[in-house]
């Protein structure tokens, strides 16, 4: 499927797609319980371990606010690269691709401390006078 001269995969957008709205509908709450009149920006803090399709997100987003209170609102993503922390010898490293191993001790034992993240940062709005 094509859209504005994007080539659009279903799957992955529809699921990046629910997450655009939850994320439109969280910002706009927020905001209207702070008194904005207009979100210039909203920054979103998502690691590269959270399962989104980067790519897929942005489209998402430019699509859920059509219509919306955050029409023309920015959406600055931060990714976040993935960190560990070893349960043997509390060694913090980044992971490889696929192993995970403490590059200290060799322990497999490990918990993900940075990476799988997704959220609302921050909002950046203009308040009612």
Known sequence: ????????????????????????????????AAG????????????????????????????????SSLEGTRFKINRIEALCECNSCTCLYAPGQDFRACP?????DAEFIRGKELQIKSLIIDQKE
């Open 36 to 67: 904005a009149w207009r979100v210039d920006q909203v920054d979103l803090d998502i690691g590269i371990l959270s399962g989104i399709e980067f790519e897929s997100l942005e489209f998402a987003l430019s699509v859920a606010v059509k219509d």
């Open 1 to 32: 499927m094509e859209i504005d001269g994007f080539q659009v995969y279903l799957p992955h957008i529809m699921h990046e797609l629910s997450i655009a709205m939850s994320i439109v509908d969280i910002a706009s709450k927020k905001a209207e």
């Open 104 to 108: 200290e001790c060799g322990n497999l």
